[in-house]
């Protein structure tokens, strides 16, 4: 991990963030606020799940600092509080990407 020795500590913090983003429901909300700041009602709309689902995962991206909250009158707005995640999910990706295009060259047709 860049070379470093980490504390217990740290690697507890870096297992947390794996773990908060190792439920899909989640990944879709920060999909659809990557292009910007959205709604409950407008990410429950798009997601298509229930409002109380939806808070409840927002609160825990919200509480690990992945994104922020802003209220005007009774309508809550959510948006993304740290790009690093895009940068991250993008690795994981490429990576993805690249173990599957090699399984593939290995059944391919000779």
Known sequence: ???????????????????????????RILQNLQNGEKSVTELTDLIQ??????????????TSGLVK???????VF???????????????CDSLETRLKNQAEIFAPV
Request: hydrophobic letters at 40%; charged letters at 20%.
């Open 78 to 92: 959510y948006a993304i509080a740290d790009e690093s995640i895009f940068t991250l999910c993008e690795v994981v």
């Open 1 to 27: 991990m860049n070379g470093k020795n980490l504390s217990a500590e740290a690697l507890e913090l870096i297992a947390n963030r794996f773990k908060i983003l190792s439920e899909p429901l989640r990944l």
């Open 69 to 75: 909250r802003r209220q005007t009158g009774n309508t």
């Open 49 to 62: 799940t229930s409002q109380p689902n939806i808070s409840k995962h927002l609160k825990i991206l919200q």
